[in-house]
Structure formats: structure tokens, C-alpha cells
């Protein structure tokens, strides 16, 4: 199942055949296809293929047909009092027939749709052609209207799938982008925007370090960090009075002091960052566990940190390691990150450029000057406190 909704509001799941299921809606949002040879139904075929475009909450599924695939897509919009679309592109030489639940159903086809001939789909179903290439587009309500019950959606004027991919991607690299983590860190982001506040106040509950995480990386992504300034307050306090509960307590401690300096939370800020320091100067950063988390959400926000962390880990308010183990496990690949957390007043952005054995490195600090840099995992000698430059990391042999 594949989580679907808007920002900081799940709305519904996406099953293995592209069939939706509304959180406050009993029936399922099913579909058909009617090609030359037979009525094809996505939860019966074994030629069923499907993957969250670029790692966001839009699921797109391809069903194959006589001479190629039709292709739906599904996903949710806030367009309109909020709405669930289901968008059909015909790539077979053929013209097919799509069939869909009826009942408060707006669409792009010119026609109100026919009753499907040739099977019994069960229920108020209805059928529209579908020429070679077109694309047709239908969409439902998120809740049913109380006082406007059939009351028609404008398709046409909803936010384009093209469109709420971009915006869930952009509204991920806020926070930073890598480019060796590929979609999953989007996934993991988008898990973590989609998660509602009570969702966020039971990760706060039970991991106290991974709930200053997720608000965190909700606030990169665009949240109001005044909203989240009390429950942050109260996990912080936690998170550093038992810093050996979660191996993320070093980092909750540094993004939670950015965030209080955000908010323009001076003290907090400052105390935040003493416990920081106490943290890293015992040891107890211990970075990357993941398998212990307990929910999609903990999952989610753990991989983020390990991805960032492998890159940079702050050590001091002036002191970040590079490198941890990431040109260990990337040898050979370039690579980029953007916006990395690099302590509590710090981002990073870098490349890395292979020259056999040795790494080029060209890196950016945004922040008060001074930062320090080092990668005793890579290069012992190397030591910076430049806002941007580039080096030849020296592997030892």
C-alpha cells in the first residue's frame, strides 16, 4: 500500500493495482480497461507494473493491453476543497475503454460516460473511450459533499500530475538535496510531510530525538517552525536529560538549536546547543541505527539523517567531519549535496569528482564564517576553514 494525501494530511492508500481507498470514503476507487481482446482488471492481471513517480506521493501503474500498456496515475490534490484524481494515458495502437465508479465523479472526457458492455463490473459504473494517445482525467471529492451532494469538479482547472510531482519534489530539496540517494530520501521526505500532527505527536512520545527530527525536517520543508516551538521545547528537554536513548540525540540537540534560533528563541537556542556539545564530547552520537525504528514515520526520518549524516556529522559549533563512510560505499560515483546540515548555523553544499583513487572536492559553507572542515576518514591531511574552495582528497594507500 502507498500513502497518499497532501501536506501534513493523508487521505488514503494506493494498493498493488492502482485501486485508492479514501480514508473517509467506504467504497474503493477501481477501474478497468476495456481493450480488443477482453475487459482487463489491474487486481487480476499479472502484467501489472507500478512505482511512486520520483518517490512522491503520486503512484503510477501500467496495465498491459494488445500492443502496449495503458498507464493510470493517481493521486490527491488540494485543488477545489481537495480532490482524488485518477489520470489515464493510452499508449497502445488501439483505442480502449475505461470504466471507473460513477458516483460523484468529474472528468475531462466530452461524454458522461455509457454503461460498460460485455461484463458486469458491479455497482454505479461507468465507461468512457479512450483514442490512441489521449489522456482523460477523473476526479472524486476527497469527502463527500454534506450540503452539495453531486456537485461537479472543474478537472480541467486541477493541479496536473507533471505539476504535483514538481511540488512535492521542490518542497523536499528544501531541506537539501544528495544526489546519490536518488528518490528514496525523497520517499523518506515525503513520508515525513505527509504524516499528520498526531502521528508527529507519537513519534515525539516515543522516540523524543526522532519527533525533534521530524519537525525539523518539516520546517526545511516549509512548515512554520512557530507552530511546533512548545512540543520542540518539551522534547528537547527530554532528548538531552536521557541522550543515550536514541543513537539521533546528537543531531535532534544541533537541528533543534537552528530551529530555536529560527524562531528567534535566543536562550533555547543557546541552551539547546550546550547540550549539543556535552552530547557529542561523551561519545554519544552514534549515528545510523534504522532497523530499530517502529513506525513508517521513525523509518523515514532515520533515513534522512543517515543519508545527510553520511556526508556531514557537526562536531562543534566551528568543527564538521566530511565523509564518514560515504566515499567508502560511492567510490567511483560523482556525486553532489545541497544544503546539508553542517551544525546549528551551518549548510553545506559540496561535489565530489573521482580521479582515480583521490576525490575532487568542491565544497560551499553557508553560515558565520570559520567553519572547519575536515575527512579524517578519506584524507588525514586535509583541513579547512575556507567558506568555499576545492581540494584533491589523497586516499592513503
Excluded at 78 to 95: I, K, M, T, Y
Excluded at 129 to 149: D, E, G, I, N
Excluded at 290 to 295: C, E, I, L, P, V
Aim: aromatic share 6%; glycine share 8%; proline share 5%.
Amino acid at each position: 500500500m502507498t500513502r497518499i494525501g497532501l501536506r501534513g494530511a493523508p487521505c488514503g492508500v494506493v494498493d498493488a493495482a492502482g485501486v485508492a481507498q479514501l480514508d473517509t470514503r467506504k467504497e474503493s476507487f477501481a477501474w478497468w480497461i476495456a481493450a480488443s481482446d477482453r475487459w482487463h482488471d489491474p487486481r487480476r492481471s499479472a502484467s501489472v507494473r507500478q512505482r511512486r513517480i520520483d518517490g512522491v506521493p503520486v503512484v503510477e501503474t501500467k496495465l498491459a493491453v494488445p500492443g502496449g500498456d495503458v498507464v493510470q496515475r493517481v493521486y490527491a490534490v488540494a485543488d477545489q476543497g481537495g480532490a482524488l484524481v485518477h489520470e489515464f494515458e493510452n499508449r497502445s495502437p488501439s483505442a480502449v475503454v475505461v470504466a471507473v465508479p460513477a458516483s460523484d465523479v468529474s472528468t475531462t472526457a466530452a461524454n458522461a460516460g455509457t454503461v460498460p458492455q460485455g461484463a458486469d463490473l458491479g455497482g454505479d459504473v461507468r465507461a468512457f473511450p479512450l483514442a490512441h494517445a489521449s489522456t482523460v482525467r477523473f476526479a472524486w471529492p476527497l469527502a463527500r459533499p454534506r450540503w452539495r451532494p453531486g456537485r461537479s469538479l472543474d478537472v480541467a482547472g486541477l493541479a496536473a500530475c507533471d505539476a504535483v510531482v514538481r511540488g512535492w519534489v521542490q518542497a523536499c530539496e528544501r531541506a537539501s538535496r544528495v544526489s546519490a540517494a536518488g528518490s528514496e530520501l525523497i520517499a523518506s521526505r515525503c513520508t515525513t510531510l505527509l504524516a499528520a500532527s498526531r502521528e508527529v505527536d507519537a513519534l515525539l512520545h516515543d522516540d523524543a530525538a526522532c519527533g525533534v527530527l521530524a519537525i525539523a525536517e518539516r520546517v526545511r520543508m516549509g512548515d512554520a517552525v512557530a507552530a511546533w516551538v512548545d512540543v520542540l521545547a518539551d522534547a528537547v528537554s527530554r532528548v538531552a536529560r536521557r541522550p543515550s536513548d536514541s543513537p539521533w540525540s546528537w543531531r535532534a540537540l544541533s537541528m533543534a538549536a537552528s530551529l530555536f534560533t529560527l524562531a528567534h528563541e535566543n536562550e533555547a537556542a543557546s541552551d539547546t546547543e550546550a547540550a549539543w556539545q556535552r552530547c557529542v564530547d561523551t561519545g554519544a552520537q552514534l549515528g545510523a541505527a534504522m532497523g530499530g525504528a517502529s513506525t513508517e514515520l521513525a523509518r523515514a526520518v532515520a533515513h534522512a539523517a543517515a543519508v545527510e549524516d553520511r556526508i556531514a556529522r557537526p562536531k562543534s559549533p566551528l568543527a564538521t567531519q566530511l565523509f564518514s563512510d560515504a566515499l567508502v560505499d560511492l567510490r567511483g560515483t560523482n556525486f553532489e549535496a545541497h544544503g546539508v546540515h553542517a551544525g546549528p548555523h551551518h549548510r553545506l553544499s559540496l561535489a565530489v569528482r573521482w580521479h582515480g583513487e583521490n576525490a575532487a572536492l568542491l565544497w560551499e559553507v553557508g553560515g558565520p564564517p570559520g567553519l572547519q572542515l575536515t575527512a579524517p576518514a578519506v584524507d588525514a591531511a586535509f583541513r579547512t576553514s575556507a567558506a568555499q574552495g576545492e581540494a584533491l582528497l589523497r586516499r592513503a594507500k
